[in-house]
């Protein structure tokens, strides 16, 4: 691998740094090409075009001068400050939120809304854009929802999972799946919280349930796969994971886990988190703790690795077994990679790439297992990710919520009570038909294999999991979603918050710069062409958008200024109608 | 539960639809057939009569060992030795058994006794209904509408026991998994297999249909069930179909030209990238269909469909004709599937009037939470109530519509769940009881033999005194998925040699046994 020598020391200073990259770059260049690879992209974007593609895939989208500073920092260095920035905490945002609303309103509190509100506050002005991001690409892999009472009851918790993502994210894999595994809404989600060894007597047995996604959702897939993320074939037929047994056998090591308790591991606080009126306040988020009690003794045998039966319950030395097993297995480093790459920038990878992705995920080149900041960079950095591809088939979808922030980054709003209240977002009738961590199952919004039946793209064999969202009510829900949006602001109502009065919507943005253009048709076209779509449309789409603006007649202002509010409400009617226009085609949907 | 008032409604409603015959001359043939046929035992379809197959779909794996109970003794006495572990038991409780008012909210005792019912063939056992499907136990024993299709699930090929345990025997692929086996029971393949069987059953019928978009109909998200080789799926919201962009001016921000240009930016993809053909292909026939359903449906706010609101316009989430009764609560709430299920009411209805130019459809409506891995009596309760109002509200709805003859609806899932319990919920399963609804089902009687259930061995998790059980006590299936298919599909109008393409395992089953008999023939 091209990382084996050990990354500049941050003391170095600048001119050294170039003269270091400079270096690495003409090294990289000349193994690929003995190698016979595919070449090394460039590690700087060519164009502001090529840093908003990137930006497009590696953040919420280009805002501000967010190209300029890709352009002259270049990618991997870009990458590596984005992950140096400190993380602003969700839960510290959510706390705020609920303080904020019983200041007013004493008897409310936050709920669900603020999660999501601090979800996109973060993804629409957090400076550690590429964290947020793989923040939300995990929680789309590493599935709990909201739309379970047990997990949506507890939205502090919620947003603290949020916080678990984008620190336990940033380091291995193995890190981040124990803390998945310990987080108690995933406990609660898949039911392994309180979870009990067998009961030979009157016939109990283990809740299976984490046992088994985690196996099939969150480490090793259904089916042996080779190096490069394609399934293994035997008589032309997959080859499963694993069976029954193992299902059965992981379940035990899911037993014994419960809240985090003063009076632990006391069987009032396994049942409730509570013993004698005491509990934590923080359980809800606190890693589960074992009870050894509770713990299943018997050996413990699934994919070719068996734990010996415990003299003494010993739940965390199974869980480590299991966990290293599963982090171990040959499977997981080309099913997460493929995973990742499918959440940032193409649906159907080619078997190369998936192939260096995991090669960076069993070695980052410094002899680290899973370091998930690696992999993201060599998701980001890969050819086939980097070179604009003319290919009828690269790229993916952008899913709901992409959309929508890449609006509001490329046309930034400012929120009025701060609080960025975008809210529920599940209607797709009338919203966007997804809101970040209410997934309608663990298997997300949508699966990494959906096939959409007689579609063009299953026609040419190819997979594209955002598909599953569109249907005829979605792809009307989201134009008449984004109308609304235009014209009135997005997100909730605000009326008197305090004593402030609003009465409008709490995301607005101030159009006088393109006021300013509305009277230029192809000036208008052109600026929200270029910032929504980047390089990804056609001349004649933008004279087509910019013919359909002119035809909305703007009154010529009258020297007394008595036809100003007709003036501009055409010119604003202009503006919406370039945008939601761009917005609704097909160019914007996808990302190539 | 909430009623309309069958006559007073159907009666309007005749009086609005004789106006569209008069108006529609040909099209109205289909209604008056549906209208003749009205109370009388209704045979399989005749050629050029309307009918619709619904599909609601439990979404989780329901655990149906709580749905359909065996109440002879030896049968009673596995279920409660197995299903009755610490903390909370899952044991329903015998017929009879009174209810305890004080008891934690949807817990057996709460719940009181299993419903009995009676099938014209008891196969020498007793039956019973959750405690919560009330209005179920009166459709099979009272309306005979409601048939018992006992333990079904995908086959390959029948399967017994031993054959189970031999891995040269061929058996679907990713068994217990839910999104493989939600795809299987739709599209008899796991996932990734993108033709279903009601959208193959579509292709063989969907001649009869001018508009072929509305021939298979979701209004529950994409579902591969839908998807034949021609048939697409169409999907419609709750309150209908949505329009894209413009008002009910046909503008958007004041402008028709804007309007017009959104409709062709939407609907046509510039360039040859896969993705954006498809995203043009579903927005140009989300225009189409939705000029359509524009004046072809009914209005939702007017009986059969729904109640007119006393002031302001109408929300169906507070229309008392689609809330149940939360047995959690113990207050009315909104009930997804009856929303569902009403938007469907009205394209049936306006299907039999010919406003739509089909004359057989096929629909999806699903619920989702069923994997009830743990806290089974709250959350199983709360479905069982749903799926009780929501399949009661529809077959009164057609009942007014006079359409029940020509509306067959079945239940179908991921998989049944395991016969053991965890401590207060199940694991997933294979084998599974299931219900079909409809005037030309043959109500009141269970289809196929009902599985023995037996002790757990207690060396291991076995159940050796049961041919039907497998470890933890899953079922077994045997009846196939392809003989459900069938059976539906004959019913339908899809000759015997069509139905061997749509069901491929189908030859693999005893010609005597591909038509499992629950429609009337």
Known sequence: MLRALPPPARRLRRPHMFRLQRILSLLALVLATTAGQAQTPPDRPASTAEAQRFLLQATFGPAGDDAESLMKLGYGAWIDRQFGLPATSHRLTWEASDAAIRAITPAQGAGQNEVFDSFWKQALTGPDQLRQRLVFALSEIFVISGVDGAVGNEPRAMAAWLDMLGDKGTTTYRQLLESVSLHPMMGRYLSHLRNQKADPVTGRVPDQNYAREVMQLLSIGLVQLNPDGTPVMVNNRTVETYGPDDVAGLAKVFTGWSWDCPAAPNTSCFNNGTSGGVSDPDRQFKPMIPYPQFHSTEAKAFLGVTIPPQTTPDPRESLRVALNTLDAHPNTAPFISKALIQRFTVSNPSPAYVRAVAGVFINNGAGVRGDLKAVVKAILTHPEARTPANANSTGKLREPVLRLSAYLRAFPHISDTGRWRIGNTDSAANALGQTPLRSPSVFNFFRPGYVAPNTATAAAGLIAPEMQLLNETSAAGWVNYMRDNLSNGVGSFNGTVGTTVFNRRDLQRNWDFELELAVRPESLARFVTQRLLVNQYSEALKNDIAAQVASITVPTPLPDGSNLAAVTAAKRNRIFAALLLTMATPEFLTLK | MTTTHPSHSARRLFLRQAGAISALAGSGAPLLTGLLAAGSAQAALNPGQYGALVCVFLFGGNDAYNMVLPTDTASWNAYTATRNQAPDSIALLAPGTAPVPGAAAASPSRLGGVLPIAPANAQGRSFALHPLLTNLRTLFDTDRRLAIVPNIGPLVLPTTKVQYGQTSHPKPLSLFSHNDQQNTWMALGPEGTTRGWGGRIGDMIAAGNSRAVFTAISAAGNAVWLSGDNVRQYQVGNSGAIRIGADSNGRVYGS??????????????????????????????????????????????????????????????????????????????????????????????????????????????????????????????????????????????????????????????????????????????????????????????????????????????????????????????????????????????????????????????????????????
């Open chain 2, 256 to 521: 028709t030209a804007v309007a017009t240009a959104l409709n062709n930016v939407v609907a046509n993809a510039r360039g040859s990238h896969v993705f954006r053909a498809d995203l043009a292909s579903v927005a140009a026939r989300s225009i189409s269909a939705e000029e359509t359903l524009r004046t072809a449906l009914a209005p939702a706010n007017q009986a059969p469909f729904g109640t007119p609101p006393t002031a302001g316009t109408y929300n169906p989430a507070n229309d008392p004709l689609l809330r149940y009764l939360n047995p959690l609560t113990g207050v009315q709430a909104t009930n997804s599937l009856a929303q569902q299920l009403q938007v469907v009411a009205r394209l049936i209805e306006a299907g039999m009037r010919g406003a739509t130019g089909v004359t057989r459809q096929v629909f999806f409506v699903s619920m989702g939470g069923f994997d009830t891995h743990d806290l089974q009596n709250r959350n199983q309760a709360d479905l069982m109530a749903r799926l009780n109002h929501a399949l009661a509200y529809f077959d009164t709805t057609l009942g007014a519509l006079n359409a029940r003859n020509n509306v067959t609806t079945f239940t179908a899932s991921d998989f049944g769940r395991t016969f053991t319990s965890n401590g207060d919920g199940t694991d997933h399963g294979w084998g599974s009881h299931h219900f079909v609804m409809g005037g030309a089902v043959r109500g009141g009687d269970l289809y196929g033999r009902f599985p023995a259930l037996a002790f757990k061995n207690p060396n291991n998790n076995n159940f050796d005194g049961s041919a039907d059980q497998l470890g933890n006590g899953a079922l077994l299936p045997e009846r196939s998925v392809d003989q459900l298919g069938a059976t539906l599909g004959a019913w339908f109008g899809v000759g015997s040699s069509d139905l061997l393409q749509v069901f491929p395992n189908l030859a693999r089953f005893d010609t005597s046994a591909r038509n499992l008999g629950f429609m009337s023939a």
